[in-house]
């Protein structure tokens, strides 16, 4: 008998990958979380019944999140990651030679214990001399820092469980003052085909903070719809203005210096959940 897995991403449409064997299922002090070999998508981690990545497809998440504010920041040497406990964005903030520190805030230590047992390309530099883990609150850290980060990334769940802070106007305040005089953060902020109103507030809530303010995609098939989103924060610099000279060559799958420019070109209902 074939075993499924199946991500009701809403009340009326799915996801659904056949799976090898379920490696692992844990109730953790903040949400179920699952390991599960799939027949697609290679290993995958599930939480609360989401999925969060999968070995298949987590260079596309993990690319857009880190390298379109590393390279629109002219010399970002402290970041911080806020989530991602699986490793992801941590291993791409590392092929960036400016930086000197990154800082990974994860609220759930299992997740980066299973993710380096059952995910270790993905989590493999999370013993990297520049970072230092903290199991702690996002939210709280964030309110405790102050002029520190040059880039600042958050990568969370959905907006249920520990994730909800992450998605408040508050919580952005609180990022700009953690970040320095020309600092910049993203997040990513789901799709817009079935969180339509959850962009249009974090865009606006964003943007009543910071100057600069955009949105990019990304094409990621294990997230639900496939098209996801990005906003970023910044105090000064413009990702659509970033030098040719400024791109070095790094490692990618996904990212390209022409595809910086154009993943902010947004299809129109998009853009019209800017407004």
């Given amino acids: 008998m074939s075993m499924w897995f199946t991500e009701n991403q809403t009340a009326n449409f799915g996801i659904t990958a056949k799976i090898k064997q379920t490696l692992a299922t844990v109730k953790t002090d903040f949400q179920e979380l699952q390991m599960i070999e799939t027949e697609e998508w290679g290993n995958m981690l599930v939480l609360d019944d989401m999925v969060m990545t999968t070995e298949r497809d987590e260079f596309v998440y993990h690319e857009m999140v880190a390298h379109v504010p590393l390279f629109t920041h002219p010399n970002p040497k402290h970041v911080l990651v806020v989530g991602g406990g699986d490793g992801g964005v941590i291993r791409e903030v590392l092929k960036h030679p400016s930086v000197e520190k990154a800082v990974l805030v994860e609220i759930d230590g299992q997740v980066i214990e299973y993710s380096k047992k059952f995910l270790p390309s993905i989590a493999g530099t999370l013993d990297d001399p520049r970072v230092e883990v903290k199991v702690d609150d996002g939210f709280l850290y964030i309110a405790n820092s102050k002029n520190e980060f040059d880039v600042i990334m958050v990568d969370s769940t959905e907006p249920v469980g520990p994730a909800v802070n ?62 996801w989103t990005f906003t970023m924060g910044s105090k000064i610099h413009d990702p659509l203005k970033v030098k040719p000279e400024r791109f070095h060559e790094i490692e990618t799958k996904y990212y390209t210096p022409e595809l910086h420019t154009a993943s902010f070109a947004l299809p129109r209902f998009v853009s019209d959940l800017l407004k």
Avoid at 192 to 203: E, T
Avoid at 212 to 225: E, F, L, M, Q
Wanted: charged share 20%; proline share 6%; glycine share 8%.
């Fill in 166 to 227: 992450l998605f408040t106007e508050g919580f952005y305040s609180g990022i700009k003052d953690a970040l320095k005089d020309d600092g910049i953060f993203v997040a990513q902020t789901d799709n817009p085909w079935f969180k339509a109103d959850l962009i249009h507030q974090v865009y606006g809530d964003v943007k009543k903070i910071f100057p600069v303010t955009k949105v990019y995609t990304a094409n990621i098939p294990t997230y639900p719809s496939g098209l």
